[in-house]
């Protein structure tokens, strides 16, 4: 039975200490008993710190609404811990990382940022749950309601399918020697039979953080998901993802004209079941592609798409008049966004896309607005579920 029952108790007993030593105590018996955290009660979590040499600290979290976005910590008098508690959604999942002796100054002002982050910025240490990239790694708070967020790669007993990476080149977006990774489904080498296919853009994200091959090889152990080929396409540098990504017909002459050659000459592709998806502005390259060729692409995948406002900002806007007037559509849809994402270029504009394709008829159209921001763990989440919605297995027919 733990000694304390909650935060609130256990700051009580440390408040009627009579010395330092006592309340220290208290701090290694309550990270014995409960050495993971935040601890989460009902809608409310309690982060914590244990750094005996820390001056300050503070909770970095981009949902705050300051510069920078940081809550301070309080420390408990004579012991190491440092605390802050906060109010959630039910089912809200963050990435955040804790900020120890930082100048607290505002970002806009930094100049050197990427020092920064380095010196003062860091995953939760009592936090096992995390997304890590090249880049980074950050520490995540799941609530009580909020979507699962396990390591699919660390599932036992799931037959795992093969990840082949092949080097591409294009002509009609002038790259070359860039990634594509093929996920081939279990059974895939055994059998004489076609296979539907689904593209993602911004390869390097789904073969990595996002776990899209582990999470197929879940969601078809269960049946939740068919035997699906999946290409994952590296994109560029910032400025040529965006070049390359936003309403760009040079973009689907490649999917069209080099890479879907390529990937049917080296697999066996159902030609009758082609899907396109992405994340971001990954996401509004397949829109593009798909609205200009719904009978080869008759899936669709929409991962927090810009469609509003910001950086091209008409080129995606005109995204909902395309949908609408279109038509013929894919025949399977599926849309998320975050409900912390900025709402001008992203919530907002894809509620009204919502509206209009529950409206079309003829298309299997589920929408997902999730307690997330923009990045990489709301994607993640929400991509389970896009997968088993996109290409069916047998527990939904």
Not at 155 to 179: I, P, Q
Not at 245 to 256: E, G, K, M, S
Not at 260 to 270: M, N
Not at 275 to 287: F, L, S
Request: net charge negative; charged share 20%.
């Amino acid at each position: 039975m733990p000694q304390w029952a909650s935060f609130d108790a256990f700051l009580e007993d440390t408040n009627r200490a009579k010395t330092d030593r006592e309340r220290q105590m208290m701090v290694d018996e309550l990270l014995s008993e409960r050495p993971h955290w935040p601890w989460v009660e009902a809608t409310h979590a309690i982060f914590a710190y244990n750094g005996a040499n820390a001056q300050s600290v503070a909770l970095n979290l981009d949902t705050i609404a300051a510069d920078p976005p940081f809550a301070p910590m309080t420390h408990v008098q004579g012991t190491s811990l440092w605390y802050v508690e906060r109010d959630f959604q039910p089912d809200d999942l963050l990435d955040y990382l804790i900020a120890v002796d930082d100048p607290m100054t505002p970002l806009a002002q930094e100049r050197d940022i990427v020092g920064r982050i380095a010196r003062h910025w860091r995953r939760d240490p009592l936090n096992p749950t995390a997304l890590t990239t090249a880049q980074a790694s950050v520490s995540i708070l799941r609530m009580s309601e909020a979507r699962p967020f396990p390591d699919w790669a660390g599932m036992r007993h799931v037959e795992r399918g093969a990840v082949t990476e092949h080097t591409v080149y294009s002509n009609a977006l002038k790259f070359e020697g860039r990634k594509v990774w093929v996920y081939t489904p279990p059974g895939y080498a055994d059998a004489d039979l076609s296979y539907p296919l689904l593209i993602l853009q911004d390869g390097q994200w789904a073969v990595g953080p996002l776990q899209v091959p582990e999470i197929a090889d879940v969601l078809n152990k269960h049946q939740r998901m068919q035997a699906v080929i999946i290409a994952m396409v590296q994109s560029g540098s910032q400025a040529d993802r965006d070049r390359e990504y936003v309403t760009n017909d040079a973009h689907y002459q490649f999917l069209t004209e080099e890479l879907l050659p390529f990937l049917q000459g080296e697999y066996r592709i159902d030609a009758s079941s082609i899907g396109i998806g992405g994340v971001a502005v990954g996401a509004a390259a397949a829109i593009h592609a798909a609205l200009l060729n719904p009978a080869i692409f008759s899936n669709l995948v929409i991962l927090s798409s810009p469609l509003g406002k910001g950086q091209h900002g008409e080129q995606v806007r005109a995204f909902a008049g395309r949908f609408s007037e279109a038509g013929v559509l894919p025949r399977r849809i599926f849309q998320s966004v975050g409900r912390y994402e900025p709402s001008g270029r992203f919530l907002k504009p894809a509620r009204a896309l919502r509206d209009i394709l529950s409206a079309k008829a003829g298309v299997h159209y589920r929408y997902a607005e999730i307690g997330s921001g923009h990045g990489l763990a709301g994607f993640r989440s929400v991509m389970p579920e896009a997968l088993a919605w996109a290409y069916p297995g047998a527990a939904f027919t």
